[in-house]
């Protein structure tokens, strides 16, 4: 297979795109099919066609599991195989790219309450001194809405989140009684998207 074909393979589709990120951003990890399915939010027979794609171009390797195990179930499991010829190339593509947009982050989270403060950090960053990749503070959030948004989020960023959800009253509490937690959030690499506490 030519080069050419690699990449077309490779940027064929948004679906591809979210598969990709998947993958290299949890490269020590074997999914199992209909687990990634749900992970990048898209239909498991668009999927299963993109995973064959993938293995016949060798990103991908596949394991059998034979009996069921503490933590996999019977079936068969992928991961990303490292010694594909543009392996070190893609991951480095992914893990500096942003993301998500900010701009639609944005978007979404003031449809989930009073939002008085968006700060991102981590992933969104690209740093790995951040206690989160994502905090918010607002009045009036449903837990449903914010699961919603999350695991949307978490599908076009390939890994999961590590965030944190305050009302104002709880949040100016632990922050006027120092707490280690919210001070380590504020003092660590951050972006504020939205900042209405004047922090």
Do not use: C, W
Request: aromatic share 12%.
């Amino acid at each position: 297979m030519t080069q050419k074909n690699v990449l077309e393979i490779l940027f064929d589709s948004p679906a591809k795109v979210k598969l990709l990120k998947l993958f290299l951003r949890n490269s020590d990890r074997f999914f199992y099919e209909k687990e990634i399915s749900k992970k990048v939010q898209s239909d498991p027979r668009l999927v299963s066609r993109q995973i064959k794609g993938l293995l016949a171009i060798e990103f991908l390797k596949k394991k059998r599991i034979a009996k069921k195990r503490k933590d996999f179930k019977k079936g068969i499991y992928f991961s990303v195989n490292p010694n594909f010829d543009f392996y070190h190339e893609l991951r480095s593509l992914i893990l500096k790219s942003s993301p998500a947009s900010k701009e639609k982050i944005l978007k979404n989270v003031l449809k989930l309450g009073r939002i008085k403060l968006l700060l991102l950090g981590g992933i969104f960053l690209n740093t790995d001194n951040s206690r989160l990749d994502l905090f918010i503070v607002g009045d009036g959030i449903k837990q449903p809405k914010v699961n919603s948004f999350l695991k949307n989020l978490e599908s076009e960023v390939g890994k999961e989140i590590g965030f944190a959800v305050m009302n104002t009253k709880e949040f100016y509490y632990r922050y006027h009684m120092f707490d280690r937690f919210v001070h380590d959030i504020l003092e660590k690499p951050n972006e504020k998207l939205i900042n209405k506490l004047r922090l």
